[in-house]
């Protein structure tokens, strides 16, 4: 129950708001919308909790009419058949990142080149994922400058180019040509290479334009993200992002590797590593005569955390080619037989059996 206090707050928040709103011409956000019949769903905790072509456990979903939402976008921006993912973000920043966060994860060593007039959300983004990018010059229209593309990306054959293409200007509401900036690295033979169009702004509309302008999949592009608050116009911040598949998968079986990689640590401590080489090769009459005393039990633990890394090590080779093994997947039977495999000897399995009931 509000108090009258909250209550007084909340109605003068609301004439505030209409106030404004009367006052806001609707660029770039639309305002002419009634979304009324849908205010009752707003009493559920609605969730679509991650893949929207995935099964749910949590039931208070709505990814049947999400991925609806998605396959109209695909079909809008002439994704192949098929071969085609996305889903319904909450914007078109979030659209972009996620485009980036594809490209970078395709071409790791990727530079990405982008138009001064690209909205500044997407350096912010840059920095998040830490890329390498190259601001190219754009035309006086906010389109931007090919010849100053084409050039920069000659300076960089080496690296493969991440182009991030604006439909839409925040601006002017220039687009870039998404086919003459494939057409330019065509010519240069950069077959590695990845672009994004940023379609917040004109993506839901520039389908039906004519001419229609360069935008979409069929002209190139590998991942295009809208905003849903801007020309559709919606009263919760929203957006869509559409990839190819076959990306999409490419880096989820990556990600799933370095998961189980990255869960054992592998890090080998260079100290640890050069202490215990130097134990090892004492002779055994002087580990002796340590023997019991404060020394021989650091020795002992560096010995141990040698040996533990150096099994690790090879531990995570073994999964690396076994991508599916993890340490807590395996059996007894089955750890024992990779440590014979890898001759792991009785004194290494007692230490590294130790370390994995830690
Ligand atoms: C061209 C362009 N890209 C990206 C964005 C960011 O979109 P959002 O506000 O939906 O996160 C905007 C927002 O105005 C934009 O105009």
Redesign the pocket.
């Known amino acids: 129950m509000l108090t009258e206090a909250d209550r007084r707050r909340l109605d003068a928040l609301h004439i505030r708001i209409a106030d404004a709103s009367g006052a806001s011409l609707g660029y ?1 956000s639309a305002k002419d919308f009634d979304y009324s019949d849908l205010a009752h769903f707003l009493q559920y905790p609605i969730n679509n909790v991650g893949d929207p072509f995935a099964e749910a456990t949590y039931r208070v979903e709505t990814r049947e009419f999400e991925r609806e939402v998605v396959s109209f976008f695909a079909d809008l921006f002439r994704a192949p058949a098929d071969d085609w993912w996305g889903y319904v973000t ?7 990142l996620y485009g980036l966060y594809l490209a970078r994860e395709l071409l790791p060593k990727g530079v990405v080149y982008y138009s001064e007039h ?2 500044y ?2 350096s912010k983004n840059l920095h998040f994922l830490g890329m390498r990018h190259i601001m190219i010059r754009a035309q006086e229209s906010g389109e931007i400058d090919y010849e100053d593309l084409r050039e920069t990306l000659k300076i960089h054959r080496d690296v493969p180019p991440i182009v991030f293409a ?5 601006m002017t509401e220039a687009r870039d040509d998404v086919r003459k900036i494939s057409g330019i690295m065509d010519s240069l033979a950069m077959r590695d290479r990845y672009i994004h169009s ?1 379609a ?2 004109d993506g839901a509309f520039a389908a039906f334009l004519d001419p229609r302008p360069h935008y979409d999949f069929a002209d190139g592009a590998d991942s295009v ?1 809208i ?4 020309f559709i116009g919606a009263p919760i ?1 929203c ?1 869509v992002v559409v990839a190819r598949k076959r990306n999409v998968q490419r880096i989820a079986h990556a990600m799933r590797e370095h998961h189980v990689v990255h869960r054992i640590p592998a890090e080998r401590p260079r100290r640890t590593e050069r202490l215990a080489e130097r134990i090892d090769h004492r002779p055994p009459e002087l580990l002796q005569q340590l023997k019991g005393g404060p020394l021989h039990q650091a020795a002992l633990g560096v010995r141990r955390r040698h040996l533990r890394h150096r099994a690790l090590d090879q531990r995570i080779e073994v999964q690396r080619r076994h991508v599916d093994l993890t340490r807590h997947q395996l059996g007894k039977k089955e750890i024992a037989k990779i440590d014979k495999a890898l001759g792991l000897d009785s004194e290494r399995l007692h230490i590294l059996e130790q370390w994995l009931r830690d």
Do not use: F, M, Q, W
Not at 90 to 96: I, K, L, S, V, Y
Not at 166 to 170: C, R, S, V
């Open positions: 770039p909450n914007g078109g920043t979030e659209g972009n690209t909205h959300s997407v604006n439909i839409g200007t925040t940023d917040a702004l993200a905003s849903g608050h801007k911040p957006g």
